[in-house]
């Protein structure tokens, strides 16, 4: 008989449901929108039904378990949300052994930027590699750690915020009460916000013009722009690609991993960015100079690469999370019985 798991994307405006076969097969999707406003109970309300009517559709496949990705601060231990600003009215709740209570199987819940890091090691970008690190790049910067295809969480549940790494000491305040954060210069609100202060110094009457128009400013218009080839735009993602060179430059020195993993809609603009990354990076990085891919010397290569699975790395991870504790289980019962 076949597994699945259930990976469940609980976003602030839509809620995802996946099922998913251990060999990373998409079995059932559905998504909604998420009524944050209607409350909590309504929520959990709605994604129990969902789930199963989910596994009604699977008769003939067992259910390992269901992962859920949430924005916010977990944790770990007693399966909880500390904190999160997409959720409000969740704080100290037992989501966790509420969920599991009502469908009665195991539950394991994630940080969703920890959920796509997973989700590209094990479908995407990382796949052939154990250890790796994801940047996302959407209206804030996230990211994830994975050792041994495993999320590293460090000791309360909190690792893997490379957001927060300060690029500028006295740049732009960031509400974690930092200056000058990678957020702050290389998030999709970060893009938005160089353009309206070069538009106030007057210095771009393209994107001035774009401002005015129906749709307004977006991290999307300013990169179409950039590629049109308006100067204020593309010094706006250059200096996005220098920021994201300088956090991967000490993320390198660190961690020495194989692979670091950039994803999130910001990704899209990869190409107007990616030049002053990597000159960043080089300049910055002794160990990514002795790894760099396009070098022949011989050796394991640092590689800097685009997410593969787009919006949907959160929903696999997710789906991944009970599979990890039942290989974990099963691997403990031969280690015992040996
Ligand atoms: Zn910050």
Redesign the pocket.
């Known amino acids: 008989m076949s597994t699945f798991a259930i990976g469940v994307d609980l976003g602030g405006t839509n809620l995802r449901i996946a099922a998913v076969d251990e060999h990373g097969t998409l079995l059932e999707k559905t998504t909604t929108g998420t009524q944050v406003a209607r409350g909590r109970d309504f929520v959990i309300n709605e994604m129990c039904e969902a789930i199963r009517a989910a596994v009604t559709k699977l008769p003939t496949s067992t259910l390992a378990g269901i992962g859920i990705g949430v924005p916010g601060i977990i944790d770990m231990e007693t399966g909880m949300l500390r904190e999160s600003p997409n959720l409000p009215g969740w704080h100290d709740y037992p989501v966790r052994d509420e969920i599991e209570r009502r469908l009665g199987t195991k539950v394991i819940l994630e940080n969703d930027a920890n959920s796509a890091a997973l989700g590209e090691k094990w479908l995407g970008a990382a796949r052939d590699y154990d250890d790796m690190l994801m940047l996302t790049l959407g209206t804030g910067v996230g990211g994830g750690i994975v050792f041994g295809g495993r999320v590293w969480h460090g000791a309360r549940g909190m690792a893997g915020e490379p957001?927060?790494i300060t690029v500028e000491p006295d740049g732009p305040p960031?509400?974690?009460?930092?200056r000058g954060?990678?957020?702050?210069l290389a998030s999709a609100s970060a893009v938005v916000r160089m353009a309206r202060e070069a538009i106030a110094r007057g210095s771009s009457p393209a994107l001035a013009q774009a401002a005015e128009a129906s749709d307004g400013l977006s991290a999307k218009s300013v990169y179409q722009m950039a590629v049109q080839g308006d100067g204020a735009a593309q010094q706006i993602y250059r200096r996005v690609g220098w920021a994201l060179g300088i956090g991967l430059a000490d993320l390198i020195n660190l961690l020495n991993l194989p692979i670091y993993v950039i994803g999130g809609g910001g990704a899209n603009a990869w190409d107007a960015f990616l030049p002053a990354l990597l000159e960043e990076v080089r300049k910055r990085s002794f160990v990514y100079r002795a790894t760099a891919p396009e070098d022949s010397s011989p050796g394991r290569k640092t590689i800097i690469t685009r997410a593969l699975l787009g919006g949907e790395a959160g929903l696999f991870g997710a789906a991944r999370l009970p599979m990890l504790v039942t290989e974990a289980a099963i691997h403990e019962g031969v280690r015992k019985r040996a």
């Open positions: 957001g927060h960031c509400p974690c009460g930092n954060c990678l957020e702050q």
